[in-house]
């Protein structure tokens, strides 16, 4: 009985410990990486706003069957859908199966003329539940990586379309 006690006791105080960890994690986690291009804007706007163009550079679409819903795309366990845009940024709403939405956005800024830096971020909102604290420290190795390629394939499509 004594041992029954002391393993609840333990497995209480050691989901506090953990809880009262996670809570000093942010629940709000911004993933942001950003490029410099030469190109026109009605370019980078074609290109990032309109998520049947992401085929030409976005590698899951390329690599995995895109499904369409009016204007949502579906790859895997992925959902992909515009909520707004105009004619300097684009807002997606990222839902992936298991995990809180991202709010994806990309914009792009005038340098000088005719040189544009794209700012891509995906910002995730969670919950105080530890394990959805904890999981959002993945995020900056893992979907900073990706928007890192995703990034220089949009470079390399961009600077293609300029040399045409």
Not at 42 to 47: G, H, L, S, T, V
Not at 140 to 145: I, Q, S
Request: aromatic content about 10%; overall charge positive.
């Amino acid at each position: 009985m004594r041992l029954i006690k002391l393993v609840i006791i333990s497995l209480v105080v050691l989901a506090v410990i953990v809880t009262a960890f996670s809570a000093l994690f942010p629940s709000t986690v911004i993933v942001s990486r950003a490029i410099e291009v030469s190109a026109k804007p009605a370019q980078i706007q074609k290109f990032t706003s309109d998520l049947k163009e992401w085929k030409n550079w976005m590698s899951d679409m390329q690599q995995n069957t895109v499904n369409w819903k009016g204007d949502t795309a579906l790859i895997g366990t992925q959902t992909i859908n515009l909520v707004s845009k105009n004619d300097t940024a684009a807002t997606f709403n990222w839902v992936a199966t298991g995990q809180r939405p991202y709010i994806v956005k990309i914009e792009w800024i005038a340098l000088q003329q005719g040189v544009y830096v794209i700012h891509w971020s995906f910002e995730q909102h969670v919950k105080w539940y530890p394990w959805e604290k904890f999981q959002t420290l993945l995020n900056e190795k893992l979907l900073g990586y990706k928007m890192e390629t995703e990034l220089a394939n949009l470079r390399a499509l961009l600077l293609q379309e300029n040399n045409k």
